[in-house]
């Protein structure tokens, strides 16, 4: 049950996101703006729902299935990519870097514990 209502919490973002591009037409997609929803109110909130946890743990193994349809969708459109090589390259190698290390910092940022109490007990080993 708990699985569910997470869900449907998620779902329920998705669905605010999606009112709010609407409504306010915002230039994003209606699933990044359910998602930027979700950050404010876990941020607000301070505090992780149960639900939301479990249904985001259920997803995690699913997500290169989510990214599969918009990568299967550039070569509907490879025609369009014609001369234009370089700058796709350079888009995709810097876009991944920025990824990386923006997932990076958060990650050393937001987690809990430490870094220099972590370099701490390093020295502290014989």
């Known amino acids: 049950m708990t699985l569910l209502r997470g869900f449907l919490w998620?779902?329920?973002f998705q669905l605010l996101g999606q009112l709010a591009v609407?409504?306010?037409?915002?230039?994003?997609s209606p699933a990044m703006a359910g998602l930027l929803l979700l950050l404010a109110w876990l941020l607000v909130?301070?505090?992780l729902n149960e639900g939301v946890a479990a249904a985001s743990q259920a997803l995690i193994p699913l997500l290169a299935m989510l990214i599969m349809p918009g990568v299967v969708g550039v070569f509907f459109v490879i025609?369009?990519?014609a001369g234009h090589w370089t700058a796709v390259?350079?888009?995709l190698v810097l876009g991944t870097?920025?990824?990386v290390l923006t997932t990076?910092?958060?990650m050393r940022r937001l987690m809990p514990g430490d870094a220099a109490s972590l370099d701490d007990s390093k020295e502290s080993r014989p």
């Not at 609407?22 to 994003?28: H, N, T, Y």
């Open 22 to 28: 609407e409504w306010l037409a915002l230039p994003v």
């Open 45 to 47: 909130t301070r505090r």
């Open 10 to 12: 998620l779902l329920g």
């Open 89 to 91: 390259m350079v888009a």
């Open 97 to 99: 870097l920025l990824s």
């Open 79 to 81: 025609d369009e990519f």
């Open 104 to 106: 990076f910092w958060l």
